[in-house]
């Protein structure tokens, strides 16, 4: 597959601009810290796909790899993963940590306007990826046409903020100094854009997927496994409504917002991080 033409003027240049300036970077110093913390959800989801040796698997914002590499070592030398992210950090730590076999690719790549070809795929793929389109019905088209006839995605995307303290906690302790700038536009590209169920399924219609099955999945995540209680306090000011915040924040306020949080995720620290809950959808499209 080609290199799309410059993303910062595609339809998703925001995202472009965002994943390649501010959060790659950022996702890229913590990207072990992450995964540790997703990967439990990202693997249901996985288990879910039905991944078998010989395919070949397209992963949707596979950002630094963990879940390409994984998926990479389920399809074996015989098959084969494609994995697309709009963040060229992401993707070079991607191939740093994956080493780049022969069953693996990784692309800078704008799914919904990327030409992925028809019918190639075996499966499609996304651990928290495909929220963050301009144009979800078009981005959904898009993969349907990439995929082979009856062949099925899969992918996992958060619930309502409200029932994800890991990140409404710190957001709710940022609100208390600093004004949160509301959506630009109801279910904006974003980390909850994908939160009504319902809505997702008529997207996944839209662009051509039919028997959509979408499947809760609550459970408690650990945060920050490991860290000490002020490196929890400047992880949680990372992600986020709070992350915005500390970014335009300046520093005789900072300390204001390391305080509220630090209070705020106190109730829930164990031995080995923050024990929070969190609530996503596995959908299921073919």
């Known amino acids: 597959m080609t290199p799309d033409p410059e993303l910062h003027e595609g339809p998703n240049a925001q995202q472009s601009q965002y994943w390649n300036e501010v959060a790659g970077p950022k996702w ?147 609100a208390k100094h600093v004004e949160m700038p509301a959506p630009s536009v109801p279910h904006a590209p974003g980390p909850f854009a994908f939160a009504d169920a319902e809505r997702v399924t008529g997207l996944l219609q839209a662009g051509g997927f039919s028997n959509v099955a979408c499947e809760p999945v609550e459970q408690t995540l650990m945060i920050g496994r490991g860290m000490s209680p002020e490196q929890l306090v400047e992880f949680s000011l990372q992600m986020g409504p709070a992350g915005a915040a500390m970014r335009e924040a300046d520093e005789a306020l900072r300390d204001q917002l390391r305080a509220s949080v630090a209070e705020a995720i106190e109730p829930y620290r164990g031995a080995n991080g923050l024990e929070m809950d969190a609530a996503a959808w596995i959908f299921s499209a073919f």
Not at 44 to 49: I, L, V, Y
Not at 143 to 154: G, I, T
Request: overall charge negative; proline content about 5%.
């Open 28 to 174: 890229v110093a913590l990207s072990d810290t992450i995964h540790g913390q997703i990967e439990p959800l990202g693997s249901a989801a996985m288990d879910r796909a039905g991944i078998e040796p010989g395919q070949r698997v397209l992963d949707v914002g596979c950002g630094c790899g963990h879940t390409s590499i994984e998926l990479a070592r389920r399809v074996g030398e015989a098959g084969h993963v494609d994995g697309l992210d709009l963040s060229a950090p992401m993707l070079a730590e991607a191939r740093t940590r994956s080493g780049e076999p022969a069953n693996l690719h990784f692309e800078v790549a704008d799914v919904q306007s990327h030409d992925l070809g028809e019918a190639v795929y075996d499966r499609i793929f996304s651990r928290f990826g495909v929220m963050f389109f301009a144009d979800p019905t078009a981005a959904f088209a898009n993969l349907r046409r990439a995929l082979k006839p009856k062949a099925r995605m899969v992918f996992v995307c958060w619930q309502e903020i409200g029932k994800n303290p890991w990140m409404a906690v710190p957001g709710a302790a940022a």
